[in-house]
């Protein structure tokens, strides 16, 4: 190899530390401008993301808006969502806290509500699709069976306990009676609705027979 062929091979090496060396202060300056446009937008996120409202202390306007903000209850983790919900069904149990919350439901607008409903019906479909990919994994149809008879008496219970609440919400001016359930019906993939019919025809099989027993329970003197 010639001497001029080895400097023709050097020459791009010397090219490129040279630009970087000339340039470096201006990559200093991107890479900086980077950083401050994420951080930029992280502080947004967080300055625009509501904190959890105590629901000791908070109103029931307060909570409902957290729920039904989409930067509020659904930008928590499944589980805190879940956490979040259960805690406030224990909190309605309180008859003030009741009135409250009834009272908020009855004053809200229409796109509040039906922002509210939404939220409650996303919270609706997350925990029916556990159930039913849960109710899929179980091998035996004792097991299936069993599983549908407490999840039929875990939604009776809280029917009951919420029944005014829903009556509020669902008869309240400008408010479908079938809200949360087309909801479901329209935001469900195929995929889901795999998962989820074998769950709801069992809830079907499961609740007939447990009235037929409840029927022949009262039937006997």
Same mark, same amino acid.
């Not at 469900?188 to 069992?202: C, F, K, L």
């Given at each position: 190899?010639?001497?001029?062929?080895?400097?023709?091979?050097?020459?791009?090496?010397?090219?490129?530390?040279?630009?970087?060396?000339?340039?470096?202060?201006?990559?200093?300056?991107?890479?900086?401008?980077?950083?401050?446009?994420?951080?930029?937008?992280?502080?947004?996120?967080?300055?625009?993301?509501?904190?959890?409202?105590?629901?000791?202390?908070?109103?029931?306007?307060?909570?409902?808006?957290?729920?039904?903000?989409?930067?509020?209850?659904?930008?928590?983790?499944?589980?805190?969502? %879940?956490?979040?919900?259960? &805690?406030?069904? /224990?909190?309605? *149990?309180?008859?003030? +806290? @009741?009135?409250?919350? =009834?009272?908020? !439901? %009855?004053?809200?607008?229409? &796109?509040?509500? /039906?922002?509210? *409903?939404?939220?409650? +019906? @996303?919270?609706?479909? =997350?925990?029916? !699709?556990e159930d039913a990919r849960h109710f899929a994994q179980l091998r035996t149809p004792q097991e299936k069976s069993e599983f549908c008879r407490k999840k039929l008496i875990e939604?009776?219970?809280?029917?009951?306990?919420?029944?005014?609440?829903?009556?509020?919400?669902?008869?309240?001016?400008?408010?479908?009676?079938?809200?949360?359930?087309?909801?479901?019906?329209?935001?469900?993939?195929?995929?889901?609705?795999?998962?989820?019919?074998?769950?709801?025809?069992?809830?079907?099989?499961?609740?007939?027979?447990?009235?037929?027993?409840?029927?022949?329970?009262?039937?006997?003197?």
């Amino acid at each position: 190899m010639t001497n001029d062929e080895s400097e023709q091979l050097e020459m791009p090496t010397e090219q490129v530390q040279h630009i970087v060396k000339h340039h470096r202060p201006a990559l200093y300056i991107g890479a900086g401008l980077g950083l401050a446009i994420i951080l930029i937008f992280v502080g947004f996120e967080i300055s625009m993301t509501p904190s959890a409202p105590i629901l000791q202390k908070a109103s029931a306007s307060e909570v409902v808006a957290y729920v039904a903000n989409d930067r509020g209850l659904a930008k928590l983790p499944d589980v805190q969502q %879940k956490q979040f919900l259960e &805690e406030w069904q /224990k909190h309605l *149990t309180d008859d003030k +806290a @009741r009135e409250e919350l =009834k009272t908020c !439901l %009855k004053g809200m607008g229409d &796109e509040q509500r /039906k922002g509210f *409903t939404n939220a409650i +019906a @996303r919270q609706y479909k =997350k925990s029916f !699709l556990e159930d039913a990919r849960h109710f899929a994994q179980l091998r035996t149809p004792q097991e299936k069976s069993e599983f549908c008879r407490k999840k039929l008496i875990e939604g009776r219970d809280q029917a009951l306990q919420l029944k005014d609440i829903a009556v509020v919400l669902k008869t309240a001016s400008g408010q479908r009676m079938d809200d949360v359930q087309q909801w479901v019906l329209e935001n469900t993939s195929a995929e889901e609705r795999a998962i989820g019919e074998p769950y709801v025809d069992a809830l079907k099989r499961v609740r007939e027979q447990v009235k037929k027993e409840e029927r022949a329970t009262a039937a006997k003197p």
